[in-house]
């Protein structure tokens, strides 16, 4: 699956719009999400090296990162931002094949199977479909992890018992546990999504500083 081709569209990223600089961020904050500690360590640094070599390849400066790809005129355009993407597509493909193999039965439950199984809830339908490619992934991690795991507290705003997580620096998703019902509920836990929210100085106290979207 080109996970880094479709956030890209999902952006709207192109030779001509998006900086160089925001396609690296954009693949490093993806790989923040879905990887951590050693694993994040081991992967990102030989990704960042074949990019690299790659825009050298096409006679684009390190220095020239801060452009659109049109803007830093390399020897082939079409050709430098093909291969850029499908690196990218590449290095993501073979970090999920080497920390998450296919016998882990929990590994094949991607978002969209959590969602379907009820694995993953929503306080209100409306707000799956704020949620980005990576905060679909975020609430993926998230469930993996279990409620075992630490997050941070809040937003109260919300509810008693939220807690959030970035995404990226600049947004995040609410969230609470919720237990089973009842002693019959195949499920002993669901993770119930609060809210998608994007960083804000201007949210009243018990937001977290997030402006959340609930609906």
């Not at 694993?39 to 030989?46: F, L, S």
């Not at 830093?72 to 093909?82: D, Q």
């Not at 960083?199 to 402006?211: E, F």
């Amino acid at each position: 699956m080109p996970v880094f081709s479709d956030l890209v569209s999902e952006k709207s990223y192109s030779v001509q719009r998006g900086t160089i600089q925001d396609h690296i961020d954009l693949f490093c904050d993806f790989f923040a999400v879905r990887f951590k500690g050693m694993q994040y360590t081991m992967r990102i640094a030989n990704a960042m090296k074949r990019m690299f070599a790659i825009l050298e390849r096409y006679g684009v400066a390190e220095a020239q990162v801060n452009k659109t790809f049109s803007a830093a005129r390399p020897s082939s355009i079409t050709g430098l931002y093909n291969e850029f993407k499908s690196a990218c597509d590449a290095e993501i493909a073979l970090a999920i094949q080497y920390f998450e193999p296919l016998d882990d039965p929990e590994s094949d439950d991607d978002y969209d199977t959590l969602v379907a199984a009820g694995k993953i809830v929503f306080a209100d339908e409306g707000i799956a479909r704020h949620l980005t490619a990576m905060a679909r992934t975020k609430a993926e991690s998230i469930y993996h992890m279990g409620s075992a795991h630490r997050h941070t507290p809040g937003p109260s705003a919300l509810h008693s018992r939220a807690l959030h997580s970035h995404v990226t620096n600049d947004d995040g998703l609410a969230f609470q546990w919720l237990t089973a019902s009842s002693s019959t509920d195949p499920l002993p836990e669901r993770l119930n999504i609060l809210g998608y929210g994007v960083k804000s100085d201007s949210v009243s106290s018990g937001n977290s500083g997030y402006k959340w979207e609930t609906k």
